[in-house]
């Protein structure tokens, strides 16, 4: 804790005061660029990644970065999704997975999660990216097999999120564009989902870019 007073304390110190002005912008209302799904892995900063600042981005967190189909349960998570393209009215929304994830580990080995009845019930909702990894992945082993499954379990996600209403709603109107990130922790890299070639490649390669995907 000490270490995270200290923080605060810079915070008031170097920061704070420099940005005043943004600050108080801030306390009247707020604008998001993006609603930014990602997992509650402590290794992933969004705004470090994107080099946002505050008011830039909605974040949802939630353990392996999971979007429940509309009607399949009412929480935090499907609340969140419709506030933010219903009320904030957010353009873009990015469902960013990453390397590493432990989901995705007790997606491949469920015996991990066995003595986590929490866990392993919020797990049913990557029930999609399991049958999917099963019936087409079976070739792969390794790391081959993870990379494979965590891609999909972003591209599964993004269906889902076309299931909510105001999600649909938006889509169809063409207000609103969905974005499939994976983000390397190892290696800082993005590779994002391109709808048209059904591939994930690199934003650092040259014309990089998720093609947006409307219905």
């Not at 590493?100 to 999660?113: F, H, R, S, T, W």
């Not at 076309?162 to 609103?176: G, I, M, N, Y």
């Amino acid at each position: 804790m000490k270490k995270l007073i200290e923080g605060f304390r810079k915070f008031q110190r170097e920061v704070f005061k420099t940005k005043r002005a943004l600050f108080s912008s801030l306390a009247r209302g707020q604008q998001p660029r993006a609603l930014f799904i990602t997992c509650s892995d402590s290794r992933i900063d969004p705004c470090l990644v994107t080099q946002t600042e505050p008011g830039e981005l909605f974040i949802l967190r939630n353990a392996g970065n999971l979007v429940p189909s509309y009607g399949a349960t009412i929480g935090s998570t499907i609340a969140t999704i419709e506030y933010a393209v219903g009320v904030l009215d957010v353009k873009n929304i990015i469902v960013c997975g990453h390397t590493d994830c432990g989901v995705v580990k007790a997606i491949l080995e469920p015996e991990q999660v066995g003595d986590l009845p929490a866990v392993k019930a919020w797990l049913l909702q990557a029930e999609a990216t399991r049958r999917v990894v099963r019936e087409n992945y079976s070739h792969l082993t390794g790391d081959a097999l993870y990379v494979a499954t965590t891609q999909e379990n972003v591209r599964i996600q993004l269906e889902h999120l076309q299931t909510h209403p105001v999600v649909a709603a938006k889509l169809r109107s063409k207000k609103l564009d969905l974005h499939g990130w994976v983000y390397s922790i190892e290696t800082g890299d993005v590779w994002t989902y391109d709808f048209g070639s059904d591939t994930f490649r690199s934003l650092l390669q040259p014309r990089a870019g998720t093609r947006r995907k409307r219905t």
